[in-house]
């Protein structure tokens, strides 16, 4: 592999893991506020329950992306250093926006969610809350911006080979931001809720915290249920107002390599160099319709419009697409599933459903990856579309020390991975009735009676055991 080569998988490796953590955390940290401000205003302890438990799960990814983000930034410097020199007058300025904005506002509350319970008002530790929260959003927004940047470039001049901002409002709200913002930012909220559905629908199969269980996932699947329908208008117009500026990408997405076909290609096996599909399957017609012509008779545009040099790997873009499309269709079935047997008093009954809903618990978080892959597979070979190519923003390192440091980074992420899988799994067995806090002792009741403690053992029978 070539220097170019290890350097974008060094790098894709460390977005794509530390995608996975804020696909679950910007969700979770909106999910603590809403149930916090619920066990505030109502006092009931089931609120309060879900408030600790979902607590312990948000706060080790949290960890876990913080340090998975800081690695992008160093990455950035170091295996992008040309991209970073050209770009760095409109790009730092935006990283350090979400620094100034998100960084500091997420570490000067997150103290008090995780340790205040119990030292704090609630109002203070719901208010902490809802600027955790607030902070993942801007952090969100701010990097969508810098991205969507990338994608659609706009406001700025090109001085002596760099990019200078000439109007920031252009710059941050170029003509793919004001689409792809709310798109990502409705997908964690999505894939959130699946992640709690899911871990409640287990408790459900198993029979355990029932009252917790059931309040989680009728949160979450009530949430999914009203922003799936958004969230399929707003993909819908990203490709509307984001593919126009990017024919390669929306060459790619379809899957044809010439032009004509009017249907829609399910499955392929793309081959790069020969420019031809090995194998494929679509619905005739379908690709027209899906464009607003039920009459068969517009056709899907072919990667071969693009000179060859300019292509994006197909394969990448396409199956990242695929993944996207197919787990929204298995969101989207799902929550009408749910609404369906909520609305026949059916939904607490339904164990087969409930088996069903734990296993969509990574639906969302695959669904954000898989449009994270199509994003930026689609982009290539330009890393700053149409202005800079990827293979002239690359910094010159030796190859050997780059794949070192792959293999080094993927073996790390690997075990960081699974620990935190491992953790969720642990904390799921444990489960979240020692949060409840009707299984407390409250301060009436005074210390244990002496009659209720064990009697102490005598030393010959300590020795026996």
């Not at 952090?139 to 090109?158: D, E, F, K, L, R």
Request: charged share 15%; proline share 6%; with cysteine.
């Amino acid at each position: 592999m070539s220097l170019l080569d290890l350097s974008r998988w060094q790098f894709a490796i460390t977005v794509m893991f530390h995608m996975t953590f804020p696909a679950i955390t910007v969700g979770l940290s909106i999910f603590l506020s809403v149930v916090h401000g619920l066990y505030w205003r109502t006092g009931k302890a089931v609120y309060l329950q879900m408030f600790r438990f979902w607590r312990r799960i948000f706060a080790v990814g949290f960890a876990i992306g913080v340090v998975a983000g800081a690695v992008i930034t160093f990455q950035m410097g170091l295996n992008w250093g040309v991209y970073g020199a050209r770009t760095g007058p409109v790009i730092g300025p935006i990283i350090g926006m979400e620094v100034v904005t998100a960084f500091f506002v997420e570490a000067g509350f997150i103290g008090v969610l995780l340790y205040g319970e119990g030292r704090v008002r609630n109002g203070t530790v719901f208010l902490s809350t809802v600027m955790v929260a607030l902070g993942t959003v801007l952090s969100s927004t701010w990097i969508i911006a810098a991205n969507s940047w990338m994608q659609t470039p706009a406001g700025y001049q090109v001085v002596h080979g760099r990019f200078e901002p000439t109007d920031w409002m252009r710059v941050i709200f170029n003509p793919s931001f004001l689409w792809r913002w709310p798109h990502m930012l409705a997908a964690v909220l999505i894939s959130a809720a699946f992640f709690v559905a899911g871990i409640s629908a287990w408790y459900l199969v198993k029979g355990r915290a029932k009252g917790f269980a059931r309040r989680s996932m009728s949160i979450a699947l009530g949430v999914a249920a009203l922003l799936m329908p958004v969230q399929l208008y707003l993909g819908d117009n990203v490709a509307g107002h984001q593919l126009p500026h990017q024919l390669s990408k929306l060459e790619a997405i379809e899957g044809n390599w010439g032009n004509g076909d009017t249907g829609f290609v399910l499955f392929a096996i793309p081959d790069q160099q020969a420019a031809r599909n090995i194998a494929e399957l679509g619905i005739p017609c379908l690709g027209s319709y899906i464009a607003k012509d039920l009459t068969c008779g517009t056709a899907m545009p072919g990667l071969k419009l693009t000179p060859a040099a300019d292509r994006p790997d197909m394969a990448a873009t396409f199956w990242g697409f695929r993944v996207m499309f197919l787990a929204a269709v298995l969101m989207f079935g799902t929550v009408f599933a749910a609404t369906v047997l909520r609305i026949r008093n059916r939904l607490w009954t339904a164990r087969r459903f409930h088996r069903f809903v734990l296993w969509t618990t990574p639906a969302g978080i695959l669904a954000i990856l898989g449009g994270w892959v199509t994003a930026e597979a689609g982009r290539q070979p330009w890393i700053v579309f149409g202005r800079l190519r990827t293979s002239d923003a690359v910094s010159h390192l030796a190859p050997g020390e780059v794949l070192f440091s792959v293999i080094g980074f993927s073996a790390l992420y690997l075990f960081m991975l699974a620990a935190y899988v491992a953790y969720i799994v642990r904390t799921l067995r444990i489960g979240p009735e020692r949060d409840d806090p009707r299984n407390e002792p409250s301060p009436q009741d005074g210390p244990v009676p002496v009659a209720e403690l064990p009697t102490p053992l005598a030393p010959r029978e300590v020795a026996a055991r």
